[in-house]
Structures are given as C-alpha cells and as structure tokens.
C-alpha cells in the first residue's frame, strides 16, 4: 500500500500534547501499512513533544493559518487525505480541504466545534451514545473501541509487584501544560499515607523525601505500567492506563476533559479527584493509599474497555475514504 498523508496537529508547552501523541500513534499504524505521515502545524517550548515526531522520522511542515492557505499546502505536498486534530483550527478548515478533493478524518472530544469531514473519532468513553451532527454523506468512528494507542503502549503489560507502600505515578499529560504537578504532589505527602510516588513534571520543584520529579520522559508507559496508582487528568494518556488496566485517580485541567472526567468516573472506572488539590481531594487519595482493594476494583472495571486495536480499526475506516 502507499500514499500520503498529512495530520494537521500541535503541540506546546502551554496547551499541552494530548493531539500529537494520538496522532502519533494513528501515525504508526499508517506507517506500519506503507502509508507516508506529514504532520502540519508546530511543536514548541517541549522537546520531549518534538522527539516524539524526530524519533520516528515523522516531518514537520509548518502549517499557514488560513483553511485555503491550508488546502494549497496539501496540494503542494501531494497529500492523498489530511487528519484534523485541533480546538484551534478556523470552522471552515475541513470544507476547504474537502472542496479540493481531499478526504478528511477529524478527530474531535464531544463537540466536531464546526469542522466539515468526511469521517470522525470520538474515542471517548460512552462517545457512541452521544448525539453528534453528522453532515450529510459523513460517519463517525466513537467510543473507547476506537482508542489510539502508541506502539509503546500496545506492546506492554501491567507488572503487579506486593511491596509495603504503594508506588503511585503522577503526570499530567506530556507537558503538564496547567503545572499542576506540585499541587497534586503536595496533596499526595497531605494524607500521611506511606508511599511512594514519581511526578513528571517538566519544570523541577521542591518535594518530599518520597517524591521523586523527573522531565516528561519516554518511559513513562513502563512507569504506568509498573504503578499501583497513577493520578492524572481526563486527557488522552487515560486510554493507554485502561487498556494496561492501572487503577486511576483523574483530576481534569481543561474544560474539554470535563465530558470524559465525568463518563469515566461514573462508571466507577477511575476515582474522581475533582479538579483541585483540595482536602476532599486528599481524602480520596488517602483511602486509595491505603486501601489495595479499593484501588485494584477501578482497575477491574475498566479492564476490556480499551483493547489496544482502536488504531487498526480507525486506519481501516480511514484508508477506506481514499483507498478504494
């Protein structure tokens, strides 16, 4: 198979890099098909976020502002279909592209926010039982069966170790683009529970003796894997902890993670922190810390709702728009 395609997607330091890992991982299973990925748009203030395109050889092309500025790129380019990953891309992006000819995935959380496509991704918990505006001749690709998992993910399995104290993981996307870190630490020392605890964080600070920060870090699905407890946000990296079946405490930092904070943890899947570090909040950390079985009946739960095959799903839907 051959052909190429361009995924228009950023990244940065203060909006963070929940897109570009998707798209990478939608990349790698195109790439695994013979099809060549272009990534449109840039990547800025995160080296870890850029070394996730340099590591697998996938270009970066600037990508111009305007829609028909963006369908003339696509053309120069050669491109055979183009992935949308963005809240920031003007409503009429999608029409453009698709009124020169290109066939156009878009992948949304919830709301498409006004963008034409020819097919959509809404990996998000319940998404299937949603309302959602198809236009006319579209369809939609939704719920966690669809989920994009990187290579790195999919190839891993959780590692249960017993030992004293709990080993919690703490991160906040590959940016941590809200700096949440150091709250969320210091609400973990707050519940006077032993443990354990690594945080990403990409600026260092202060922590106690039982907290270790390190930089966003390519380790970090063997660090899931290994933890009893991971506390994060309701973004994309919650797809990758389902389908390892890790036992998650979620917080949420932006408004569009509130539709999967609040699916998720009412089916019990992963224990609501809410989104500050806040003395309840620490009261759920402190049962969860102290309670294996509390923390292992999450995991349970969401056991079989991601099955690591989400990708290959959406590239066979996709490559059927163009590939015929």
């Known amino acids: 198979m051959s052909g190429r395609v361009g995924v228009r997607c950023d990244a940065a330091a203060g909006s963070g890099a929940g897109h570009l890992v998707r798209c990478v991982a939608l990349a790698e299973e195109l790439g695994a098909r013979g099809v060549e990925v272009v990534f449109l748009g840039t990547v800025s203030g995160s080296e870890w976020a850029l070394a996730q395109l340099s590591s697998r050889g996938l270009p970066l092309v600037t990508a111009p502002a305007g829609p028909d500025r963006l369908a003339a790129l696509a053309c120069e380019l050669r491109l055979d279909a183009v992935v949308l990953d963005s809240y920031e891309l003007p409503e009429g992006t999608g029409a453009a592209l698709r009124a020169a000819g290109f066939p156009v995935l878009a992948i949304v959380d919830g709301d498409p926010l006004g963008q034409e496509a020819d097919l959509y991704l809404d990996q998000n918990l319940g998404a299937e039982d949603r309302p959602f505006p198809l236009p006319r001749d579209a369809w939609r690709l939704a719920g966690t069966r669809y989920a994009l998992l990187r290579d790195s993910v999919r190839g891993r399995r959780r590692v249960r170790v017993p030992r004293p104290e709990p080993r919690v993981l703490c991160f906040f996307g590959g940016t941590d683009s809200a700096r949440v870190g150091p709250a969320w630490a210091?609400?973990?020392?707050?519940?006077?529970?032993?443990f354990r605890a690594t945080v990403v964080s990409p600026e260092p600070f202060e922590a106690g003796e039982d907290i270790t920060v390190?930089?966003?870090?390519?380790?970090?699905?063997?660090?899931?894997?290994?933890?009893?407890?991971?506390?994060?946000?309701?973004?994309?990296?919650?797809?990758?902890?389902?389908?390892?079946?890790?036992?998650?405490?979620?917080?949420?930092?932006?408004?569009?993670?509130?539709?999967?904070?609040?699916?998720?943890?009412?089916?019990?899947?992963?224990?609501?922190?809410?989104?500050?570090?806040?003395?309840?909040?620490?009261?759920?950390?402190?049962?969860?810390?102290?309670?294996?079985?509390?923390?292992?009946?999450?995991?349970?739960?969401?056991?079989?709702?991601?099955?690591?095959?989400?990708?290959?799903?959406?590239?066979?839907?996709?490559?059927?728009?163009?590939?015929?």
Do not use: C
């Not at 210091?186 to 032993?194: H, K, Y």
């Not at 389908?243 to 943890?265: C, E, K, M």
């Open 186 to 194: 210091e609400a973990l020392t707050f519940t006077r529970v032993p």
């Open 214 to 324: 390190i930089p966003p870090t390519d380790r970090l699905p063997e660090l899931m894997a290994a933890a009893d407890l991971v506390v994060t946000a309701a973004g994309s990296a919650i797809w990758e902890l389902l389908h390892l079946g890790v036992p998650t405490a979620l917080s949420w930092v932006a408004d569009n993670q509130l539709i999967g904070y609040r699916a998720l943890v009412g089916r019990g899947v992963a224990a609501g922190l809410g989104r500050a570090a806040d003395a309840e909040a620490v009261g759920v950390l402190a049962r969860l810390l102290a309670d294996p079985a509390l923390r292992e009946e999450h995991g349970r739960r969401g056991g079989g709702l991601v099955d690591g095959k989400g990708r290959e799903r959406v590239a066979d839907a996709f490559l059927d728009l163009w590939i015929r």
